[in-house]
């Protein structure tokens, strides 16, 4: 349910921003080599990598989740590794039963 929910926002994010995914890698947003995201999300709070989208421009778009905090964070690492936080908060809503069951 949780997938359904993150899907329905990541592409209503994808489509603000273009198909191509360059406004966000673009953006100016806090850098960092992927390594180093991997650990601080991990290691501070606890998310782990839920859903990813790779764009056309070859930019992977990532939403981490703690499901037992609710904490979530949503990244863009793009080909050379450089990783990009775009946004991050707590609380996750399941909308999934407001969804027809077959979507």
Do not use: H, K
């Not at 995201?37 to 990532?62: C, F, H, K, M, R």
């Not at 990244?75 to 707590?90: A, F, I, M, N, Q």
């Amino acid at each position: 349910m949780i997938l359904r929910v993150v899907l329905s926002v990541l592409l209503a994010l994808v489509s603000s921003i273009g198909a191509t995914g360059q406004a966000i890698a673009q953006s100016p947003t806090p850098c960092f080599p992927l390594v180093e995201v991997i650990q601080w999300l991990a290691d501070s709070y606890g998310e782990s990598p839920s859903v990813q989208l790779i764009t056309d421009t070859e930019n992977i778009i990532v939403v981490w989740i703690n499901t037992e905090t609710s904490t979530w964070t949503l990244t863009v690492t793009r080909p050379d590794t450089t990783t990009c936080l775009l946004s991050s908060g707590s609380g996750i809503t399941t909308l999934a039963a407001s969804l027809p069951p077959n979507i």
